[in-house]
Nanobody, 129 residues
Framework: QVRLVESGGGSVQPGGSLRLSCVAH????????MAWFRQGSGQEREGVVA????????YYADSVKGRFTVSQEKAQNTVFLRMNQLQNADTDTYYC??????????????????????WGQGIRVTVSS
């Protein structure tokens, strides 16, 4: 069983920064792919970043490359999303997601929401002047 707990959202002005955290409460050491998705009202969930927690390989959507950074603290089972140069278009609800199996992020397209079988409750990020 895996439980994901997100924190760190809030409101920021354009050009500002935020850091999101996702703690994975997990009772297995199988390979994991952990990702951040975001979703606006009436829209599909968009893959933002992902990290293979065993190999450390990272993945980024084109829209956030150079601005967002995903990292992890293995000892704390925590994945971070550092968001810099935030834009109004980054306003969304952000979700932490995980797939726990033998393949990690190699099991399929990392940005496809259907790949993930565990989800956090979502956290709001608002970018506004």
């Amino acid at each position: 069983q895996v439980r994901l707990v997100e924190s760190g959202g809030g409101s920021v002005q354009p050009g500002g920064s935020l850091r999101l955290s996702c703690v994975a409460h997990v009772d297995t050491h199988m390979r994991r792919c952990m990702a951040w998705f975001r979703q606006g009202s009436g829209q599909e969930r968009e893959g933002v970043v992902a990290i293979d927690t065993i190999r450390g390989t990272t993945y980024y959507a084109d829209s956030v490359k150079g601005r967002f950074t995903v990292s992890q603290e293995k000892a704390q089972n925590t994945v971070f999303l550092r968001m810099n140069q935030l834009q109004n278009a980054d306003t969304d609800t952000y979700y932490c997601a995980a797939v726990v199996d033998l393949y990690g992020c190699d099991g399929g397209p990392w940005a496809r929401a259907a790949q993930y079988n565990y989800w956090g409750q979502g956290i709001r990020v608002t970018v506004s002047s």
